[in-house]
């Protein structure tokens, strides 16, 4: 008779003395002059000092800022501890063109891609040359056949790729539910991760999780949240989603007396926003910070989050002039 095995216990009874560690993970976008350089390398030390699990660099429209971008991410794995998630979109560039970039993300060391289609290009340029990729589905499929080419050089490993998750219906969906199809058809293409775009009310992430349950959406699918501290890129993250946010905030946010008072009430919301998506099965949290660390600190001090422990990581080091020009 064998022996009883650990495994035959409900996964509940194992680990009911052991907290599952949250997810952390901040958003940052390159420098788009200079001047900006400083600011953001203060942000990234001070976001390093939580250990975070992973840090996302954005990508501009169509690659529009490729080179600030692959320049912050070789300095982020040279010279933090930071683990970069690097964004890619599809829109507007070839199959071989993007091949080529996921090659040399994966030589540079990044291990995680998150795959968007990307926005349309607002000047009436071409999107769609001979050979493009139109869907994020397709971009993932292209990661993961660049990636087995390279699997000796992974040591037979996978690289992390995340997509993007809707709580609300996107702009251009029919409906809400497309959403959900579209987010399993992205899990089938060997997506291992979703980050939601930016909502305002928690019952908005949990009925997204469960229509993706239903569905058979079965990876993690991470709030994205962003401070609310600011009353302009509210509105403006209103007019995008099509859902406002509590007309009680925006009052709230309005009548503050100063940027302190501003940033208190906006911390405060955030806060209880986090707390609610983290009750109702949240695996981790993603912070949007805008290039500026104050806030998502402020928040996750509130929050006490589980996290594991980790060594230190690489010794600081003074930051290098990261753009020799102005690249807007």
Known sequence: MSPPSILTDPLERVSA???APVALSYELFPPRTPSAVDGLWATIRELESTNPDYVSVTYGASGSNRDTAVELLHRLLSETSLRPLAHLTCIGNT????????AELLDAGVRGILALRGDHRTDGSEEHPPGALNYAQD??????RVEQRRSAMLAAGKVAIGVAAYPTRHPESPSEQHDVEVLLAKQRSGADFAITQ?????????????????????????????PFTSVKRLERLAQLTGVQPAPELLTALSHAQDDGERRRVGVRATTELAKAVLQVGAPGLHLYTFNQHQAALEVLDRLDLPRPTRPAGRSSQQPSQLLSKDPS
């Open 17 to 19: 003395d052991h907290q």
């Open 95 to 102: 199959a071989n063109e993007l091949a080529a970039i996921i």
């Open 139 to 144: 971009l993932v499929e292209l990661i993961r």
């Open 198 to 226: 930016v909502f305002f009310h928690p019952e908005q992430y949990a009925d997204l999780l469960s229509r993706a349950k239903r569905a058979g959406v079965s990876i993690p699918i991470i709030p994205g949240v962003m």
